[in-house]
T-cell receptor, first 112, second 113 residues
C-alpha cells in the first residue's frame, strides 16, 4: 500500500521567512496530494491540494509543487506569520473511494 | 458548510469497558473514515466505509470495530478498552471521486484509565 514520508518533523522560522515541508510517496498510482493544517485543539483543515496532472499550484502565500518522477511534493509558505504556526500534514490518494494516507506531520513554529 | 460532528469532545472510560464513538456528517458523503492521532505518529487509519453496511480495515484495526447502518452515521467501537487506546480519534468523510477533500470532525479525546 501507499506510504507517505514527511520531513522535517519540526520547523522553526522567523516571522517573514519562508518555510518548506517535503513529502515523498511510494505508490506511483497516487494522483491526489492535499495538505492539511491543524491548529492547536482544532480539526485538520485542507489548505491546498494538487493533482497529478499539475506541477505547481499557488494560493496567495502558499504553494505546492509536485515531481511525479521523483514521487515527491512540497509545501512552500512565504512571508510566514505567527498564525501560520500549526501542525501540517501531507497526504496522498489514488482517488475513488480509497482513503488518504497521511505523513506524520510537521510542527511549524513562526517566531515573532 | 460541510459538517462532520463527533458525539463527544472528551471521554474517560475504564479498562475493559465497551466504548462507542459516534460520527455524523450532513453532506451525503459516500465515504467515512476513522483515524487515530498520536504525537509523532500522525493520522493512522483504523477503518473506513464507502457505503452503508460496508467496511474496510485500515492500518491499525486491532481492538476496534465499526458500524455503518445509515449513510450519515459511522460508529467506532472499542470492544474492550485498554490503556493503549488512549488517544485522539478523528472521523472524516468525503465524496467518491478522482481525489477529493476529506472533511474532519472536531475529534474525541479518549482517556482509558
Amino acid at each position: 500500500g501507499e506510504n507517505v514520508e514527511q520531513h522535517p518533523s519540526t520547523l522553526s522560522v522567523q516571522e517573514g521567512d519562508s518555510a518548506v515541508i517535503k513529502c515523498t510517496y511510494s505508490d506511483s498510482a497516487s494522483n491526489y496530494f492535499p495538505w492539511y493544517k491543524q491548529e492547536l485543539g482544532k480539526r485538520p483543515q485542507l489548505i491546498i491540494d494538487i493533482r497529478s496532472n499539475v506541477g505547481e499550484k499557488k494560493d496567495q502565500r502558499i504553494a505546492v509543487t509536485l515531481n511525479k518522477t521523483a514521487k515527491h511534493f512540497s509545501l512552500h509558505i512565504t512571508e510566514t506569520q505567527p498564525e501560520d504556526s500549526a501542525v501540517y500534514f501531507c497526504a496522498a490518494s489514488i482517488g475513488g473511494n480509497t482513503p488518504l494516507v497521511f505523513g506524520k506531520g510537521t510542527r511549524l513554529s513562526v517566531i515573532a | 458548510d460541510v459538517k462532520v460532528t463527533q458525539s463527544s469532545r472528551y471521554l474517560v472510560k475504564r479498562t475493559g469497558e465497551k466504548v462507542f464513538l459516534e460520527c455524523v456528517q450532513d453532506m451525503d458523503h459516500e465515504n467515512m473514515f476513522w483515524y487515530r492521532q498520536d504525537p509523532g505518529l500522525g493520522l493512522r487509519l483504523i477503518y473506513f466505509s464507502y457505503d452503508v453496511k460496508m467496511k474496510e480495515k485500515g492500518d491499525i484495526p486491532e481492538g476496534y470495530s465499526v458500524s455503518r447502518e445509515k449513510k450519515e452515521r459511522f460508529s467506532l467501537i472499542l470492544e474492550s478498552a485498554s490503556t493503549n487506546q488512549t488517544s485522539m480519534y478523528l472521523c472524516a468523510s468525503s465524496v467518491t471521486g478522482r481525489g477529493t477533500e476529506a472533511f474532519f470532525g472536531q475529534g474525541t479525546r479518549l482517556t482509558v484509565v
